[in-house]
Every structure is written in structure tokens, then in C-alpha cells.
């Protein structure tokens, strides 16, 4: 089969290197890539969310598949397109539709979702610049801290989690008369903290049967200790020690089942990735989030530990036969260090030149914000590597991934040396 990847990142270089291994796989291409995924696929300078352009690629290279990796071109409705299109309509897409991508799209209806299907989660209510004052009010019967959550789409950085009250009343007012997160924060979500310990579950489905992926811990703060301005994520531990079969069975019987027949209930055909944010509080899980394609770092620790054919489990996806495919995972921990550019998630510089990324004798060398230039692997985004080792417990598979950043080298290049801190 001919595949296409659509994104840039850390993530969709994990779905390159995974999706080269099955012999069902004729060619792959990546729109737009990165450095690393120019050495196994075919990078297409392209804009994912630019559907004319994205249907042109598809055409010219007789693709027949789309795996999505980004949340925006789910959001904005590429499986819609291919579906209302005579020419692509028959190709399957990994990803869901336009109502299902609504889960990441919207908090206020994920949070709506899981009342409605019984999916335990905070208490909440949803506010817009017309309702400052209501909101102000509500933020007084809660205990800190306090929760503050962009409606749309703000790059994993909508969130603020604020101990003072009267800072919580100033940031709602921000948020939503400043518009401090642009359109994104044109409502803003208020929830009850949840005091526990975050993981994250990854569910494949086909719209009726699925799979449970491995869970994974991410690291999302800039410092060491988890200190500092939140970030796209700095790191991240599969599987989550904490996370015991006998909780994972809660979240599939609580979480992941009244999800999928949520789904149904409600018609919306789902074909692809959930990403589940959890809190374990006690032994139970409650759900923080919800997201429409697989997370990133965590899909460097989880895809590598996946010894299934990948493509195969695709293919179940797109005709619906997912309960029928083989799914295997590797018993082994997996630990991915995000190398970052200096600065980030202020401000950083790009361009710098990279040495040291093919020294993947112990690790797996993953490009997020690479591209060439004169022949050269260069840093284009703040994420630039994300490495990841294979170990019998966190503390060997973690000198793995940090012996193999020495040899990586770029100017002002930054990490944390502290990853699985809070788990070992």
C-alpha cells in the first residue's frame, strides 16, 4: 500500500519508522516531514489543513491511506472531505470525522460527553466574555487550585491551573475579554481540580470494536521537578508503573467502553486514535481530557513498544475488522527525553545545525522540529529530537536515551535530566 502521513513532528516520525516495518507497505509519504522522515519516506511540502493540496498528493502517488497525525486538519474536517469527495471518498483515512474530532476540538462538549455517557470527570461549567461576572462568581464555590481551560484549540497551552482566587477571576477576565489564547479562549471551561496522578491511555478504534494501546506518563513542564511554563511535552515513561492491570481494568470498564458506546449512542462514526487524559485519585480513574489522535512525546514511548503490524491494525480501522487483527506489546520499559531548543517555550532561534542524531546504536533517534538545509539537519521548531530506549525498568532505559544525547549536539540545545523523576 502507498501511505501518507500528514503532520511534522516527533509523532509522525514514530508513525514512519513503525509503519516502514510492515511488508504490506509499496511506498510513504509525509507531508510536510522532517529531516528524519525524509531518510525513510518522501516529504511533501505541504500545509495538512490545505485539502486541495493534500487531494492533489493523494491523486499523483495513488495513496491509499491517510494516517492524521496533527488534531488541527481532523478538527478542521479532512475525513469529511475525502468522504464528500468522489475521487477520495474510498480511501481510508485515519482520524475522525469533524463531529468526533469535536472531543478535542471543544471542551465544553467533551465535558457535555462525559456527563451525558456517565464517564467519570470534574464538576464544571463553561463561560464567555458575555458571563465574566457569572464565571468570577462560580470560581468562589471552589476550593483552590483553580482550573481555567480554553474551549478550542490552543496547542496544549489553553490550560492554567492557578492556587490564588482573585489571580483565577483576573485570567478568566484575560482569557476571554482579552482573548490571551485568540479565538481559542473565547469560552473558557471552569472545572474542579482533581487532586491525583496524571497518565494518559491510548484506545485504536473502528467505530465498533478496539484496542487498548499502552499507557504512558508525559512530562509536561519546562524545569526539572516539573518546575516552569508549561511545554508541548519534555519526556515521557511507558508503561506507568502505578497504572497495575487492576486500574487499567477500572479504566476500561469506567472510561473506555462508555466512551466507544458513547460514540455510537450518539452516531458519531469514529475511526482512529482517543487519547485519554487521566487522573488516578485513589485507585479510580477520572478524565481530565479527551484528544483525537495519539499524544506527543507519548507516542515515542508507546508505538516502539507495539510488535503488531502496525498497517495491519490500520487496515482494521478503515473496513471495521480491528476485533480480528493480532496486537502484541513488548513487556519492556520505554523512556523518550525531548531534546528542546534553548529558550523554549519562550522564544528560540532556528537553524542551528544538528550533529549526533544517527548514533542510535541503544535509542531511537526521533526528528520533531528538524528540517535540511545545504545538506545539513538543522533545528526548525522549539521540540527538536525526542529519544527513546529500551530498558528492563525506567533507570536503565533511561541511561540509554541520556548516553545518547551526549553525542548530540546543537548550539543552546536544552532537556531534562530529571524524566521518571516522580515514578522511580
Not at 512530562?219 to 508549561?230: A, C, F, P
Amino acid at each position: 500500500m502507498n501511505i501518507l502521513i500528514l503532520g511534522s513532528g516527533g509523532r509522525e516520525h514514530a508513525f514512519a519508522k513503525k509503519l516502514a516495518e510492515s511488508k504490506k507497505l509499496s511506498k510513504l509519504f509525509i507531508a510536510p516531514g522532517n529531516a528524519g522522515t525524509a531518510s525513510i519516506a518522501t516529504n511533501v511540502a505541504i500545509d495538512p489543513t490545505d485539502f486541495a493540496a493534500v487531494k492533489k498528493t493523494v491523486l499523483e502517488n495513488n495513496i491509499e491511506m491517510v494516517v492524521v497525525g496533527p488534531e488541527a486538519p481532523l478538527v478542521a474536517g479532512v475525513h469529511d472531505f475525502f468522504l464528500a469527495d468522489n475521487d477520495l471518498k474510498g480511501i481510508p483515512v485515519i482520524g475522525p470525522k469533524k463531529d468526533g474530532a469535536e472531543l478535542e476540538g471543544s471542551k465544553e462538549f467533551s465535558k457535555k460527553f462525559m456527563f451525558k455517557h456517565g464517564v467519570p470527570t470534574a464538576k464544571y461549567q463553561a463561560f464567555t466574555k458575555e458571563t465574566v461576572t457569572e464565571g468570577q462568581a462560580f470560581l468562589e464555590t471552589l476550593k483552590p487550585p483553580f482550573v481555567l481551560k480554553a474551549d478550542g484549540l490552543a496547542a496544549g497551552k489553553g490550560v492554567l491551573i492557578i492556587d490564588n482566587l482573585q489571580e483565577a477571576k483576573d485570567e478568566l477576565a484575560d482569557m476571554l475579554t482579552n482573548e490571551k489564547f485568540g479565538a481559542a479562549s473565547s469560552k473558557v471551561v471552569i472545572e474542579e481540580y482533581l487532586d491525583g496522578i496524571e497518565l494518559s491511555v491510548f484506545v485504536l478504534t473502528d467505530g465498533k470494536d478496539y484496542k487498548v494501546l499502552p499507557s504512558a506518563k508525559d512530562y509536561k513542564r519546562i524545569g526539572e521537578g516539573d518546575t516552569g511554563l508549561n511545554t508541548g511535552g519534555m519526556g515521557a515513561i511507558s508503561p506507568v508503573p502505578f497504572a497495575d492491570d487492576a486500574f487499567l481494568a477500572k479504566v476500561e470498564e469506567k472510561v473506555v467502553k462508555p466512551t466507544v458506546d458513547g460514540l455510537q449512542k450518539d452516531g458519531i462514526d469514529y475511526r482512529g486514535f482517543i487519547f485519554i487524559g487521566l487522573m488516578n485519585i485513589d485507585g479510580e480513574p477520572f478524565v481530565i481530557e479527551y484528544n483525537v489522535r495519539m499524544g506527543d512525546p507519548e507516542t515515542e514511548a508507546v508505538l516502539p513498544r507495539i510488535t503488531s503490524d502496525l498497517l495491519d491494525l490500520f487496515e482494521g480501522v478503515g473496513n471495521q475488522t480491528l476485533a480480528s487483527k493480532s496486537y502484541e506489546v513488548d513487556p519492556r520499559t520505554a523512556t523518550t527525553v525531548v531534546v528542546v531548543a534553548g529558550g523554549y517555550p519562550e522564544a528560540y532561534d532556528k537553524g542551528y545545525v544538528i550533529t549526533g542524531t544517527e548514533n542510535e546504536q541503544d535509542s531511537i533517534v526521533y526528528h520533531a522540529g528538524t528540517t535540511l538545509k545545504d545538506g545539513n539537519i538543522v533545528t526548525n521548531g522549539g521540540r527538536v529530537l525526542a529519544v527513546t530506549s529500551f530498558g528492563d525498568d525506567i533507570p536503565s532505559a533511561l541511561a540509554k536515551s541520556y548516553k545518547t544525547i551526549d553525542k548530540i549536539k546543537f548550539d543552546k540545545m536544552n532537556y531534562r535530566k530529571d524524566i521518571g523523576f516522580d515514578l522511580m
